[in-house]
Nanobody
Framework: QVQLVESGGGFVQPGGSLRISCVVSATIFSFYDMGWYRQSPGKERELVAEITVGGITNYGDSVKGRFTISRDNAKNTVYLQMNSLKPDDTAVYYC?????????WGQGTQVTVSS
């Protein structure tokens, strides 16, 4: 059974930092590139950061230089360190295997950036 469990979201002021985590089923973690996606009301889900099995990272232009994705293979966990947060970063954040649409999505974790 595939499971993706996100956690660590919350409320933060502009300019603040937050780290969110995602525990991934061992059956898929070691085999797939993983991504962090986000979706805010009225907008499509977008890929903000991805990390390959080998640890190569790539970021969307809106978060480049502020967000850092990492993975801990021993814990089957993907992290997203978010710094210099802006109100536009407010969204539900999801982790998911990249280019694997047939896998189910987790519940996500809400990140709210507001003063």
């Amino acid at each position: 059974q595939v499971q993706l469990v996100e956690s660590g979201g919350g409320f933060v002021q502009p300019g603040g930092s937050l780290r969110i985590s995602c525990v991934v089923s061992a059956t898929i973690f070691s085999f797939y590139d993983m991504g962090w996606y986000r979706q805010s009301p009225g907008k499509e889900r977008e890929l903000v950061a991805e990390i390959t099995v080998g640890g190569i990272t790539n970021y969307g232009d809106s978060v480049k230089g502020r967000f850092t994705i990492s993975r801990d293979n021993a814990k089957n966990t993907v992290y997203l360190q978010m710094n210099s947060l802006k109100p536009d970063d407010t969204a539900v954040y999801y982790c998911h295997p990249v280019n694997r649409p047939h896998y189910p999505w987790g519940q996500g974790t809400q990140v709210t950036v507001s003063s």
